[in-house]
């Protein structure tokens, strides 16, 4: 398996409606961050997250980290369609680079 | 608020040529990555360069590809001898702590026909 595995790949709901997505890991880290793309773009910097922290909030996110499951879930509230997009998670580790996972397309219909 | 600027935005290349793809990191930062996305794939990692070198590299990094920082502003990715699997988004990121707080550039989209 490989460092940073998103679920669900895909994921639809309707606006106003809560978007949860869940990213998973092997190796140990020293933090996680998820990221967003629009079709084609470039790569945004939502959140991150250390090793030592368990939850962070930012506007509507909220992302959670549990170490001992090797696991983060990301909560998008009141989703709105302008969300839709894909969310990526990237861990870092002493490597010093990312890993990407293969990532969540989000859907939220208006 | 700065952020990371790359050049072009899309490149169309002929097979067997070489391409340099380019970027413009945040001013102050010291740690300078590239990145590729094919397209409908994850994001690979494809080399970091700190203090004027090659800090890791990823096994996708081979001889095709070097990077260059050729002044204090610039910094460049060089694909040799392009082929049609190079294809992709190409991201460069810089960051003044390391990865984890890397910012991305919009990418240049490399189509190789």
């Known amino acids: 398996s490989q460092q940073g595995e998103e679920d669900p790949q895909a994921l639809s709901i309707q606006e106003g409606e809560n978007a949860t997505m869940n990213c998973s890991y092997k190796?140990?880290?020293?933090?996680l961050q998820w990221y967003r793309q629009n079709s084609g773009r470039g790569l945004v910097h939502l959140i991150l997250?250390?090793?030592?922290?368990r939850e962070k909030h930012s506007g509507r996110l909220r992302v959670t980290l549990d170490t001992s499951k090797k696991s983060s879930s990301l909560l998008i509230t009141a989703s709105r369609a302008a969300d839709t997009a894909s969310y990526f998670c990237?861990?870092?580790?002493?490597?010093?680079?990312?890993?990407f996972g293969d990532g969540t397309t989000l859907t939220v219909k208006p | 608020e700065p952020e990371v600027t790359q050049t072009p935005s899309h490149q169309v290349t002929q097979m067997g040529q070489e391409v340099i793809l380019r970027c413009v990191p945040i001013?102050?930062?010291?740690?300078f990555y590239w990145y590729r996305q094919i397209l409908g794939q994850k994001v690979e990692f494809l080399v970091s360069f700190y203090n004027n070198e090659i800090s890791e590299k990823s096994e996708i990094f081979d001889d095709q590809f070097s990077v260059e920082r050729p002044d204090g502003s610039n910094f460049t990715l060089k694909i040799r001898s392009t082929k049609l699997e190079d294809s992709a988004m190409y991201f460069c990121?810089?960051?003044?702590?390391?990865?984890?707080?890397?910012?991305f550039g919009q990418g240049t989209r490399l189509t190789v026909v």
């Open positions: 990121a810089s960051s003044s702590r390391g990865p984890s707080e890397a910012f």
């Open positions: 190796t140990s880290i020293n933090n």
């Open positions: 997250i250390r090793s030592n922290e």
């Open positions: 990237a861990t870092d580790t002493n490597a010093g680079k990312s890993t």
């Open positions: 001013s102050n930062h010291l740690y």
